[in-house]
């Protein structure tokens, strides 16, 4: 079974992806009920924490019921990524995860995020200082590369291993290609199947349905999944990947009064965690796949991602469980 440190997980465990906007604490939560082994904070910028920026430090919150949970930080100055570690510590998190594959180009042009892939030393010598300065177990999530031409991913894995990571998540993508194309896992089983590598290597990149999450099990040989898209207004998927892999059968999808109640707890905890207009707006781009594929929704759909009254969208979840209350899905 694989191991984060001490944290003892479950064969082939599935870990919700950090995203930005989505991977809140209320979102974590669900995803936790539906089975998610370890879930991840968004990034989080070192800088912004040493500033003590509002925004970045609530986005250090986290409930007792989602453990564990890792908190991920991104930046590329040595001091700032120090004292970051020691703000995230005092929040208590089970895991600090280092993002070394945002693609988004402010994170890249500061070297942060995937941009680091183009210094390796800085990159290990980032990762190695982490280590040594915090006693929670520090796990790494990046890219394939750069870009095609500059795959080192088998050494970079190697490397980071030696200074003390205790898992990497590796999203089958470079940062050239951005999410453009199809995630690549070849190379990810190339750093599994190094002899030299001990800690657990998670997998990332279009895992949307059970049977891809078996594959990366069974042919690519990983130790996990990281998902992410697929989860987005779906906790579900935890519980439906779960269920496949026990029995080789898809789970029924959750039915309306599951889906109307889910998006019901996601708004009240988003609301009671960061107020009613965040909560409201943050929440709203769930909604398209809480209740995917419903015929002539979008009269309901507008309701609940226009109105920045809660009472309104509540209303709206109301009359979408009257009106298609029977609706079969899927
Ligand atoms: C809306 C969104 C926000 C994201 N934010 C982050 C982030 O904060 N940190 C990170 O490491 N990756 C972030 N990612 C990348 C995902 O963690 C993941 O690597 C990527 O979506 C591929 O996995 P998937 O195909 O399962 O979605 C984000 C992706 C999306 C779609």
Known sequence: MPKIGNIEL???????APMEDVSDPPFRKLCK???ADVVYTEFISSEG????????????????KERPVGIQIFGAELDSMLQAVDIVEKSNPDII???????VKKVVSKNAGAGILRDIPLMVKLTEEIVKRTKLPVTVKTRLGWDQSSIKIVEVAERLQDVGIEAISIHGRTRVQMYKGEADWKPIAEVKNNQRMHIPVFGNGDVDTPEAAVKMRDEYGLDGAMIGRASIGYPWFFKEVKHYFKTGEHLAPPTMQERVEAARRHLQMAIDWKGEKLGVFETRRHYTNYFKGIPHFKEYRMK???????????????????????????
């Open 304 to 330: 609940m991602v226009t109105s920045d009254d809660a009472a309104d969208v509540f209303a709206a979840f109301d009359e979408v469980q009257e009106k298609f209350g029977d609706y079969q899905f899927a």
């Open 10 to 16: 479950p064969d082939f465990p599935l870990l919700l």
């Open 33 to 35: 009920e539906q089975g």
């Open 97 to 103: 995860d280092i993002n070394f594959g945002c693609p």
């Open 49 to 64: 924490l040493i500033r003590d920026a509002a925004k970045s430090v609530i986005k250090l919150d986290i409930y007792e």
